[in-house]
Nanobody, 116 residues
Framework: QVQLVESGGGVVQPGGSLRLSCVAS????????MGWYRQAPGKERELVAS???????DFADSVKGRFTISRDNAKNKVDLQMNSLKPDDTAVYYC??????????WGQGTQVTVSS
């Protein structure tokens, strides 16, 4: 089992920034990738950004150039830096962890609201 603890959500004005963090614990030695998905009301959950054990990254087209993802191996932590936030970025953001066998674990979710 893998446990994921998220932090950093909140309310921000358009153009502002937020940083989300996710710390993994438990059976994490077989890590393959970690990252963030989001789900807005009435929409399906979608990938925001991910990073693999080889530091390869992937981003949704809608966040490229605005969001960055980084991993602290020593702390088993992944951070999502979100800049130039837009109202369309409003969603519940979920941390995910995937092991080498394809098993995915999810965090509890953290709300990000972009509003003036």
């Amino acid at each position: 089992q893998v446990q994921l603890v998220e932090s950093g959500g909140g309310v921000v004005q358009p153009g502002g920034s937020l940083r989300l963090s996710c710390v993994a614990s438990g059976s994490i030695s077989n890590f393959y990738s970690m990252g963030w998905y989001r789900q807005a009301p009435g929409k399906e959950r979608e990938l925001v950004a991910s990073i693999t054990r080889t530091a390869s990254t992937d981003f949704a087209d809608s966040v490229k150039g605005r969001f960055t993802i980084s991993r602290d191996n020593a702390k088993n932590k992944v951070d999502l830096q979100m800049n130039s936030l837009k109202p369309d970025d409003t969603a519940v953001y979920y941390c995910h962890f995937q092991n080498i066998w394809g098993t995915v674990y999810w965090g509890q979710g953290t709300q990000v609201t972009v509003s003036s």
